[in-house]
């Protein structure tokens, strides 16, 4: 008997059963069966930021945490301490209960029955090797964005997902933002005419070294190891580990991999192009590091073409937002605030027209809901894979100093057979293999 399954079919069951609210019950959580339960990989900022929101929902119970440090500061030598032993006890807290199980290693985690969903909150190297080892174990997956550090991760993933027929939720949690998605909305309904252009503002990176930068032979430490997974075996500094690692590109894509999925996320969505993409990349001055223990570009710009002729370009030589120009006006939104050149579309209440963009006002309540209903998420894997296969392009432009024809439906560079091969191309250390 497939516990897995047997679970979810109940806990679809119920889902359909109308639902008295707790506070009429005067109870505050969900009887223990009708709990999704939840176990975190990854017990940094981030992830235990999420874990946050999985306690605060009343159908959740987290039963487990991962992290192959006990304790650290992240980029800081004292104050908050993260990792798995916090992590433990922050759980322990909330439920007023002894601290949750802990692991070490994700592997032993995984294989657990009583385990329904995964949150991955792990540096982007290790993003693809985990959510396919939760996925190949039954497990429904919250993964933070970018969805991979590689390109053919993300095609790995998202095939994987459909295979098992598994609920994903990327961690792009602004298609859960009620600005978003009226920009979209304004898009879509044709109020500023046709679009033209889409300026895509990403942050810059770092081009100094952001603490020590000692370097030290950890490869026989066994955190170390854990921590390190599938990219290569490097020095340990402590300037480039922890919340640090994304500025070297072994762990990241540094802050176009970073942010891409967030308002390149947006961009996608406002075009329609969830399950399409460009079908011209070119990147532009891209700067090297100048750092010591980073090689991730400081600046850097991404410009593409789309069907319509429609053009867009994403870096820090944008507005931090995205903002969509038509040929009947504009319109500019990022995190807290939206502008229109028609002030009028955004008076509460205005209607935007008959394209509704898919609603969620709460992206982890949105996971949960569809792991019950087993619809789709907001933001599933390959919607998070094709907004930042612009990104993947953009790297592989850049190495060859040339502009990429992109067949979006087939996900191949066209009459660039160097190029096709660097895009795909995918390293990772045995024994964390993909397959």
């Not at 309904?189 to 033209?196: A, E, F, M, R, T």
Request: net charge positive.
């Amino acid at each position: 008997m497939n516990t897995q399954i047997n679970r979810r079919r109940f806990l679809q069951n119920v889902a359909t059963i109308t639902i008295v609210p707790a506070a009429v019950l005067g109870r505050s959580q969900a009887a223990p069966s009708n709990r999704l339960t939840v176990g975190l990989i990854g017990c940094g900022g981030r992830g235990t930021g999420v874990m946050n929101s999985f306690l605060n929902e009343a159908d959740t119970q987290v039963i487990g945490v991962c992290d192959p440090y006990e304790s650290h500061f992240r980029d800081k030598t004292a104050g908050r301490a993260y990792g798995w032993k916090p992590a433990a006890e922050m759980v322990g807290r909330k439920y007023k209960t002894k601290p949750c199980d802990h692991y070490t290693d994700y592997r032993e985690m995984v294989t657990r029955k009583d385990l329904d969903t995964v949150i991955i909150g792990t540096p982007d190297h290790w993003h693809a090797v985990q959510t396919l080892a939760a996925l190949r174990h039954g497990k429904d997956v919250y993964c933070e964005k970018p969805v991979t550090h590689f390109f053919a991760e993300g095609q790995a993933v998202y095939r994987e997902v459909a295979k098992r027929k598994a609920i994903f939720q990327t961690g792009s949690q602004q298609r859960s933002d009620h600005r978003f998605r009226l920009a979209v909305e304004i898009v879509r309904n044709g109020l500023i005419g046709d679009v033209k252009e889409v300026q895509v503002g990403l942050p810059g990176g770092t081009n100094k070294d952001q603490g020590d930068t000692t370097a030290h032979d950890y490869s026989k430490r066994k955190d170390f190891q854990l921590w390190t997974g599938p990219a290569p075996m490097l020095d340990y500094t402590f300037s480039r580990h922890h919340r640090n690692w994304r500025w070297h590109l072994a762990y990241g894509g540094g802050q176009l991999m970073d942010w891409i999925g967030h308002h390149n996320d947006i961009c996608h969505w406002a075009l329609g192009q969830d399950r399409g993409g460009p079908t011209r990349v070119e990147a532009k001055n891209f700067t090297s590091n100048e750092a010591k223990t980073y090689n991730a570009p400081p600046n850097y710009e991404v410009h593409c073409e789309y069907p319509n002729g429609i053009r867009t370009s994403m870096g820090p030589h944008n507005r931090m937002g995205l903002k969509v120009i038509g040929t009947g006006g504009w319109v500019y939104v990022t995190r807290g605030k939206i502008e229109c050149s028609k002030p009028a579309l955004l008076d509460p209440g205005f209607c935007p027209g008959p394209f509704k963009a898919y609603l969620s006002q709460n992206h982890t309540r949105n996971f949960l809901d569809c792991v019950k209903s087993r619809k789709e998420t907001i933001c599933p894997a390959e919607r998070a894979h094709r907004s930042i296969t612009p990104g993947h392009l953009g790297y592989v432009s850049n190495t060859l100093g040339r502009a990429l024809k992109w067949d979006a439906q087939k996900e191949t560079i066209t009459g660039d057979a160097e190029a096709q091969k660097l895009l795909t191309h995918m390293t990772h250390r045995k024994p964390w293999l993909l397959g």
